[in-house]
């Protein structure tokens, strides 16, 4: 089945450690990008990925960090300067048309 | 900056009303429009879409969105809903021809169908 992975999907942490999602695609596409969900607030775009070895921060980027060694994955570390960092993140990734794909999702929850 | 505002936080409606929902985006360029449905506990996924052409473009499920340009709106439609369709939905735009094809969301609108 092509799709988008996103694991774990559910994940809690303790305040102050760095964590890491993963999100993996078999679609072949070449951009790859990370969104923040909220309640209330729709989805917010962290990182961006258009090719293998580059990526762009989005309109949150500041207290995470990604990596794009492969086409297929862009994980995602959420660091201990993310002052708010329960959410919901959706990896979402888009090939040669201008729609993009969507994973599960992971659920955060730092305490 | 670019912006999307969807109007209807929170929607409940019986079996067979008919919804609207209202999406408008500030750009004064051109735009690919989009309407996204996440429906509980599934994938966010693509619902309908408009590139260019015929303004009123029609998606899966019965729905049905029309662009109406000098109103900068995107709204969604279908005439008759079903318990099924309780899911939030996204209007989200993106800049035609933009190098990096990001998406701007809405704030998303709850739908709620009453059997």
């Known amino acids: 089945d092509g799709g988008i992975t996103q694991s774990p999907k559910y994940l809690f942490r303790k305040e102050g450690q760095n964590v890491t999602l993963s999100c993996e695609q078999n679609?072949?596409?070449?951009?790859m990008y990370w969104y923040r969900q909220d309640p209330g607030q729709g989805l917010r775009l962290i990182y961006y990925s258009q090719i293998v070895n580059d990526f762009q921060k989005g309109d949150i980027a500041e207290g995470y960090s990604v990596s794009r060694e492969k086409k297929e994955s862009f994980p995602l570390t959420v660091t201990s300067a993310q002052k708010n960092p329960t959410a919901f993140y959706l990896c979402?990734?888009?090939?040669?048309?201008?729609?993009?794909?969507f994973g599960p999702g992971t659920r955060l929850t730092v305490t | 900056a670019q912006s999307v505002s969807q109007h209807n936080h929170h929607v409940i409606l019986s079996e067979a009303a008919s919804l609207e929902l209202g999406c408008n985006y500030s750009?004064?360029?051109?735009?690919?429009l989009f309407w996204y449905v996440q429906y509980p506990g599934q994938h966010l996924q693509l619902l309908l879409k408009y590139f260019s052409g015929d303004p009123l473009v029609k998606g899966i499920k019965g729905f049905e969105a029309e662009f109406i340009k000098s109103k900068f709106s995107f709204n969604l439609r279908k005439p008759s809903v079903q318990w099924s369709d309780t899911a939030e939905y996204f209007c989200?735009?993106?800049?035609?021809?933009?190098?990096?094809?990001?998406?701007?969301f809405g704030t998303g609108t709850l739908l709620a169908v009453q059997p």
């Open positions: 750009y004064g360029g051109t735009v690919n």
């Open positions: 989200a735009v993106q800049n035609y021809g933009g190098a990096t094809n990001k998406l701007i």
């Open positions: 679609l072949n596409h070449d951009a």
């Open positions: 979402a990734s888009r090939g040669q048309t201008y729609e993009q794909y």
